[in-house]
């Protein structure tokens, strides 16, 4: 399976702020996606960073809030904008290599907004 | 729409003891189901999938289409089974989870 590398793993950042989050995989894969999973709660899907292309939102994320970037098969960047204490959460980058395998993760960004 | 409902937020159960952890889904197609752990301080890893219809760690799980239900069912606990468990959810044409709540298991010695 892809390894899957995710920095910063933890950040405490003041409102108003942004923060990049990024994600860099060992092989090239076919989807990637971004989720969130805030205290107490499940995973929730961002977005799906497409390769040369603007990212797919899910309803509720806007590009605006959440820019992603994906620039090749291996990498990609989310970033959180204009943070507030609500953004407290962790965020998780996820692979898909593709021929329905199922899907990888990194080990997640865990970030406080104060 | 598609629907992962985990009922139980926290199981407990004693070592050799046999555990259920329940998973309900809608979905208007075909799924494909899966389950996730998730080990204290461990990234989020893939436990099983329907279609592999495979054992792993003990851990079985099988797809009742009727009650739309994927159940995990492992026979004896391990203490290292304590771990969080989520059951999650895509169509056959789409990469997109969807995931449950998340259900908490401790597994006392």
């Known amino acids: 399976s892809a390894v899957i590398s995710q920095k910063p793993s933890r950040d405490i950042c003041q409102r108003g702020t942004s923060l990049t989050i990024q994600c860099q995989v060992d092989?090239?894969?076919?989807?990637m996606f971004w989720y969130r999973q805030q205290p107490g709660q499940s995973l929730t899907l961002i977005a799906t960073?497409?390769?040369?292309?603007?990212?797919?939102?899910e309803s509720g994320f806007v590009i605006d809030k959440f820019p992603i970037s994906r620039p090749n098969l291996t990498f990609s960047t989310l970033t959180v904008s204009n943070m507030s204490p609500e953004d407290s959460s962790i965020y998780l980058c996820s692979v898909g290599v593709g021929g329905g395998s199922p899907l990888h993760f990194g080990n997640g960004t865990r970030l406080t907004v104060t | 729409a598609q629907r992962v409902t985990q009922p139980e937020k926290l199981l407990s159960v004693f070592k050799g003891a046999p555990v259920e952890l329940k998973c309900n889904y809608s979905y208007s197609g075909s799924p494909e189901l899966f389950w996730y752990v998730q080990y204290s301080r461990q990234r989020l890893q893939l436990l099983l999938r329907h279609i592999s219809r495979e054992s792993i760690k003990g851990f079985t799980a099988d797809l009742n289409k009727g009650e739309t239900s994927f159940h995990l069912k492992k026979p004896f606990a391990q203490e290292e089974d304590s771990a969080m468990y989520y059951c999650?959810?895509?169509?056959?044409?789409?990469?997109?989870?969807?995931f449950g709540a998340g259900t908490t298991v401790t597994v006392r010695a």
């Open positions: 092989s090239q894969v076919t989807m």
């Open positions: 999650a959810l895509r169509g056959l044409d789409d990469y997109k989870l969807s």
């Open positions: 960073a497409n390769q040369g292309s603007e990212a797919t939102y």
